[in-house]
């Protein structure tokens, strides 16, 4: 009986160790090849790997929410060819052996393009715990993460737009722009925007966008520009790039600022960029061109930002649209979509 027994409290045991030990398999994306020109399906490889059982002090992360941005395009020029795509992502730690992060808890994730992952806690960010139920996780990647902390820091840190000053922003209806042109709207400045379609546009008319323009099918882009603020602008927030800033620049205010957070019109360029605009402009226009990315901001400053942004949004001073794509499958076919302008604010993935 004795004998037994122990066989059965020990198959017990066993039994609980084995699920507890249970493999997953996370399925990631990699870069096959290296992005000539527009990236294509044929550059991507989707890859299943076995994760090992978590060791002390470490999560295992699925991912809910998956963002992809313009500036993945060029970081992938970083990554060697079968490395994972990367990125963040909300995700939720489904198994724990750190007490700090029980299961359950829902954490900003700088995992990349998988749907598991393993972390010893370091790079994670829990989502508040006052987290509105009114608003969706996945805003976190957007208008209160990464895409509005550029928007807000850009705008008034580099440009220092302030109340009666004429902003123009392009990409307008973009993860960026859009939040950069209602933060805008509400410092009390007059906000022109350009988008790539007629549905944007009146996108950004609901926003409350003092102007808003069709790039694509304007006559003149100089004349568009002069009519929507004769006086010029006094801050010009850049996502774009390339020829619309050559245009743009010449009209500035004297002492104009200019926040240069990308130039998406290049990224799939294989040709020789255009020249930049003429020296004599930016010397007697006496303009300060400033490049950035929104990690120089942590800390205090970033908590504080984070928590405005999330005021606004819950005030309805600050709206916000996702660009919805359903399956971990279509991570790809979601970030070349975003490149090309399909979406109307931000690209989110949901797993």
């Known amino acids: ?15 609980l160790q084995a699920r507890s030990f249970k493999m997953v398999h996370a399925k990631s994306w990699t870069l096959k090849k290296h992005f000539e020109g527009s990236p294509t399906s044929s550059n991507f490889e989707l890859k299943t790997v076995e994760l090992p059982p978590l060791k002390n ?65 370091k790079q994670l960010e829990k989502v508040p715990a006052d987290w509105p139920d009114t608003l969706p996780l996945s805003l976190t990647l957007g208008t209160i993460g990464m895409p509005g902390l550029t928007a807000y820091f850009g705008l008034l840190d580099i440009c220092g737009a302030k109340s009666g000053q004429t902003v123009l922003v392009n990409a307008a209806a973009g993860a960026v722009g859009s939040v950069v042109g209602q933060i805008a709207k509400i410092k009390g400045c007059k906000v ?29 882009l100089e004349e568009t520009l002069k009519k929507a603020s004769p006086d010029g602008y006094d801050c010009y927030f850049d996502n774009v790039g390339g020829e619309f800033s050559n245009i743009v620049i010449p009209q500035m205010k004297k002492f104009g600022r200019i926040a240069i957070c990308g130039a998406i019109s290049t990224y799939n360029s294989t040709r020789p960029l255009p020249p930049g605009p003429p020296p004599e402009v930016i010397i007697y226009q006496q303009l300060r061109m400033e490049g950035f990315i929104v990690s120089r901001w942590q800390g205090d400053v970033r908590h504080k930002a984070l928590k405005e942004l999330q005021k606004w949004v819950s005030e309805g001073k600050i709206q916000y649209q996702e660009y919805v794509t359903e399956g971990f499958e279509n991570m790809p076919a979601a970030f070349m979509g975003m490149l090309k302008g399909d979406n109307l604010g931000k690209t989110i993935v949901k797993v």
């Open 57 to 121: 002090g470490e999560v295992l992360l699925e991912a809910l929410f998956l963002t992809v941005d313009p500036y993945m395009r060029l970081a992938a020029n970083k990554l060697k060819e079968g490395d994972m795509m990367m990125g963040e992502q909300v995700a939720r730690v489904v198994e724990s052996k750190n007490s700090a992060l029980p299961a359950g808890t829902v954490v900003l994730a700088p995992s990349g393009w998988t749907t598991h992952s393993i972390s010893d806690g």
């Open 192 to 220: 022109v925007g350009a988008a790539g379609s007629d549905d944007k546009v009146a996108y950004l008319k609901k926003l409350g966008f003092d102007v808003a323009f069709n790039y694509k099918t304007v006559k003149s």
């Open 1 to 15: 009986m004795l004998c037994g027994a122990i066989s059965t409290s020990f198959s017990r045991e066993w039994n």
